[in-house]
């Protein structure tokens, strides 16, 4: 049977986020590349940490994003931390640019996956934590992972 359409291939993902972050909302972003950064990408050769959002003009650009050169790709190569222009709706950046002059939040990449042939980002309008919060959710993290051992022990033991 043929593979669906549908498939979302994710090419990189910023773990940090999550645990650096609180994450409010969620924006989905097409993203403007160049022939050698698509065909590095599907080789898996991203990287999103340090990575970032910032609206200029109207317009979301994606920084510090690293696409490693294509090794294929002669003196028409990318620059691989240039800076790239995501696509968003007018009413998604306008809603954007409100959630982020609030004090504390800015636009973090979560992840970026490849569907129906083309590039997407995961964009986040997170708010940053402090140690004693990172601290907390490691403990909860921690006291889940107990709890589903005990209860797995106790059912198939």
């Not at 990287?47 to 003196?75: M, T, W």
């Amino acid at each position: 049977m043929a593979k669906p359409k549908t498939d979302d291939n994710v090419v990189a993902q910023n773990k940090k986020a999550r645990h650096d972050y609180f994450i409010e909302e969620t924006f989905e972003a097409g993203m403007v590349l160049q022939g050698t950064e698509i065909k590095s990408m599907r080789a898996g050769r991203m990287n999103l940490k340090d990575s970032f959002a910032r609206i200029r003009n109207g317009e979301v650009y994606l920084h510090n994003a690293h696409i490693a050169e294509y090794e294929q790709g002669n003196r028409f190569n990318h620059e691989p931390t240039r800076a790239r222009k995501l696509l968003l709706k007018k009413k998604e950046i306008s809603q954007l640019i409100g959630q982020t002059q609030q004090q504390g939040y800015s636009l973090v990449p979560l992840k970026v996956y490849i569907k129906n042939g083309f590039a997407k980002v995961l964009l986040g309008v997170a708010k940053g934590k402090k140690n004693y919060d990172k601290r907390e959710t490691l403990r909860r993290q921690d006291a889940k992972r107990e709890v589903d051992r005990a209860l797995k022990e106790r059912f198939n033991g």
